[in-house]
C-alpha cells in the first residue's frame, strides 16, 4: 500500500490520540501488583470505604529527608505509591506535597513545630560511619484540624497510620469506651497505650457503676483485672447496661498472687464469675500450664558473680491458636499469665457464641492454691489436656430484648503494661481489636494487625525436626542461589563447546 501524506497524518494522530487515552487512564487509575505475605501494598477495603466516604478535602504534607540510606529510603517511595492511590481512590479529595526539612534551617524549625521530630541514621560514606538528622513524619489536615505521624513506619503500619488519622479527622461523632473503676481496677495511667491507640476513634474515659446509670452515654465498657468484689448493686447495673444494647469487655483474673506470699497462687472472687455463670460463661477457679510460653529470669551464681538466667516458666502461655474471628485477624504471640479456662455455652439457644483464642497443644492445668515452683523441670507429660480456651465471644440478646456484644477473657494482667516495655504489641492488638469489634465497625481491625512479626516453630515437633526446620530455613536459600550457579555455568559451558565443534567453513 502506497503511503500518502493523509495515510500518514492519520496513523499519527492516531498514536497521539492512543498516547493521550493511555495517559489520561493511567492518570485516573493507580493500581501495583502485590505479592506480599501480608498484602501491605494492597489497600483495604476498611481504606477504600474511609476514602469513598471523604466528603472534604484532605491534604497530606509529608516531611521527609532527601538522600535517606537505602535501609530507609524505601520508606519515602513506599508512601509516595501509597498516597498516589489514595488520591485516586478518593476521586482526588486526598491532596499531597513532600518537602524537604534538611533544606535550611527554617524548614527544619517549621516541621518540628508541627510535630515532626528527626531521628539519627548511622550512614555510611566513604569509610566513615556519620549520623545523619532524617525526618520521616507527615501532618494530615482536614479543614481547620490536623493529625500529625511523626514518623511514618514501614509495612502495613504506613497504610494503618495514615487511615486512622483521616477517619479521625473526618469522624463527625467519637463513641465512648469506659473503663469501669472501684473494684481494683488499674487506671488509665497504667494503660497509657491502650487509651492513646483508642483515643484515635473513641472518647476514653472512666466509669463508676456505684452511680446508676452512669454508664448511659458509653457505647462499650471494660473491665480489667478487678481485685475486688462487685457488689449486687453494681452486678445489677451491668445487667441494665447489657439490656440496653451496650457492648462489656472482660479479661478476668480467677487466681493471683496472695498478699505477702509470691509464689503462692489463690482463688479469686469477684462476683462476676457466678453473673457470668447465668449467662453460660463457666471459668473454674485453675490456671494453665503450656509448653509453649514465655521466659523469666532466675538468679544463677556464677563465677563471675549472680547472673540471670532465663527459663521458661509454662504459667506464661504464648497464645498462637486462634478461631477465625475479626478480634483475632492477623494477631501472632500474645503473652498471657497465670490464665484460666474459659468455657461457653449460653443457656439462651438464641444467643451466638464462640471461641476465640486456645493454648497450644501441649497444656496442662493446675487447681489453686498452688505453691509456685520457678525452677521445676517440666516434661511433656506435665501437658496432657491439649488445647483450652481462653477468650470467648457473645452475641444477641445477653439481657433484654436489645442485642448487643460480649468478650471474656481468662487473664486480665495480659492488657496491663509490665515494667518500662510497657504492652507487649499483640496484647494491645488484642484488646483494641476485641474494643473495636464491640464499638465500631470501621475495620481498622483489619489493618492494626495486618503485617507479618514472627512465626514460631511449633512447640511439639521433636528436637531434630525443630534444628532442620532452622538450619533449613537458613540454608536452602543459599543452596538454591549455588544450584543455579551450577547449573548455568554447566550450561554456559556446554555452550561454549558446541560453539567450537561446529564447522563454520
Known amino acids: 500500500m502506497k503511503l500518502t501524506h493523509t495515510i500518514v497524518n492519520t496513523r499519527a494522530l492516531l498514536f ?41 478535602p484532605v491534604t497530606v504534607t509529608a516531611h521527609f529527608s532527601e538522600n535517606l540510606p537505602a535501609s530507609v529510603g524505601t520508606i519515602r517511595r513506599d508512601f509516595q505509591d501509597m498516597l498516589y492511590e489514595y488520591q485516586s481512590r478518593s476521586d482526588r479529595n486526598v491532596v499531597f506535597e513532600f518537602i524537604n526539612p534538611n533544606e535550611d534551617e527554617a524548614a527544619e524549625q517549621r516541621s518540628q513545630q508541627q510535630g515532626i521530630s528527626p531521628l539519627l541514621l548511622q550512614v555510611r560514606e566513604r569509610d566513615k560511619s556519620e549520623q545523619m538528622r532524617a525526618y520521616m513524619g507527615a501532618v494530615v489536615k482536614l479543614g481547620s484540624q490536623q493529625e500529625v505521624i511523626p514518623f511514618v513506619g514501614d509495612g502495613a503500619q504506613m497504610e494503618y497510620n495514615l487511615s486512622r488519622s483521616i477517619k479521625k479527622l473526618a ?78 469487655f472482660l479479661g ?47 538468679p544463677q551464681q556464677t563465677a563471675f ?74 516434661t511433656e507429660r506435665d501437658f496432657p ?42 496484647n494491645l492488638n488484642l484488646l483494641v481489636n476485641a474494643i473495636d469489634w464491640l464499638t465500631d465497625d470501621t475495620g481498622l481491625i483489619e489493618l492494626r494487625t495486618r503485617s507479618v512479626e514472627s512465626r514460631l516453630i511449633e512447640k511439639q515437633l521433636d528436637d531434630s525436626t525443630r534444628n532442620l526446620v532452622k538450619y533449613g530455613v537458613f540454608l536452602l536459600p543459599l543452596l538454591i542461589v549455588i544450584g543455579v550457579g551450577i547449573f548455568r555455568a554447566q550450561k554456559r559451558k556446554s555452550q561454549r563447546v558446541r560453539w567450537m565443534q561446529e564447522d563454520y567453513s
Not at 489520561?24 to 493507580?30: E, G, I, K, T, W
Not at 484515635?200 to 472512666?206: C, F, G, M, P, R
Not at 498478699?259 to 489463690?266: D, E, K, L, R, V
Not at 485453675?286 to 523469666?296: E, K, P, R, S, Y
Request: with cysteine; hydrophobic share 40%.
Open 16 to 56: 497521539i490520540g492512543i498516547f493521550i487515552l493511555i495517559n489520561l487512564l493511567v492518570y485516573s487509575y493507580y493500581f501495583r501488583l502485590d505479592f506480599t505475605a501480608d498484602k501491605r501494598y494492597t489497600l483495604s477495603n476498611t481504606t477504600r470505604n474511609i476514602l469513598e466516604e471523604l466528603e472534604d
Open 171 to 248: 469522624a463527625k461523632e467519637k463513641p465512648k469506651v469506659g473503663f469501669v473503676q472501684g473494684h481494683g481496677e488499674p487506671g488509665l495511667q497504667q494503660m497509657g497505650q491502650i487509651v492513646q491507640e483508642l483515643s484515635t476513634l473513641y472518647e476514653v474515659d472512666t466509669v463508676s457503676l456505684s452511680k446508676p446509670g452512669g454508664w448511659s452515654e458509653f457505647k462499650t465498657l471494660v473491665v480489667v483485672a478487678p481485685s475486688d468484689s462487685f457488689r449486687a448493686e453494681h452486678l445489677a447495673e451491668l445487667e441494665l447496661f447489657l439490656s440496653s444494647g451496650g457492648r462489656l
Open 252 to 298: 478476668v483474673n480467677r487466681v493471683g498472687k496472695q498478699m505477702g506470699q509470691q509464689q503462692f497462687m489463690a482463688e479469686y472472687t469477684t462476683g462476676l464469675e457466678a453473673w457470668l455463670g447465668d449467662k453460660g460463661v463457666v471459668m473454674p477457679p485453675t490456671f494453665l500450664i503450656d509448653a509453649q510460653c514465655g521466659q523469666v529470669g532466675i
Open 305 to 378: 558473680g549472680v547472673l540471670q538466667r532465663a527459663i521458661e516458666f509454662p504459667y506464661m502461655p504464648l497464645i498462637t491458636n486462634y478461631e477465625e474471628h475479626p478480634v483475632t485477624q492477623g494477631l501472632e504471640a500474645v503473652n498471657m499469665v497465670f490464665v484460666s479456662p474459659v468455657q461457653v455455652s449460653p443457656k439462651d439457644t438464641t444467643v451466638r457464641s464462640g471461641v476465640l483464642a486456645y493454648t497450644s497443644e501441649l497444656t496442662g492445668s493446675q487447681p489453686s492454691p498452688t505453691m509456685i515452683d520457678v525452677q521445676k523441670e517440666w
Open 385 to 426: 489436656e491439649g488445647p483450652q480456651p481462653v477468650a470467648v465471644w457473645l452475641e444477641g440478646k445477653l439481657g433484654g430484648e436489645a442485642e448487643t456484644k460480649m468478650i471474656v477473657i481468662g487473664d486480665g494482667d495480659f492488657a496491663v503494661g509490665q515494667g518500662q516495655g510497657g504492652i507487649a504489641p499483640n
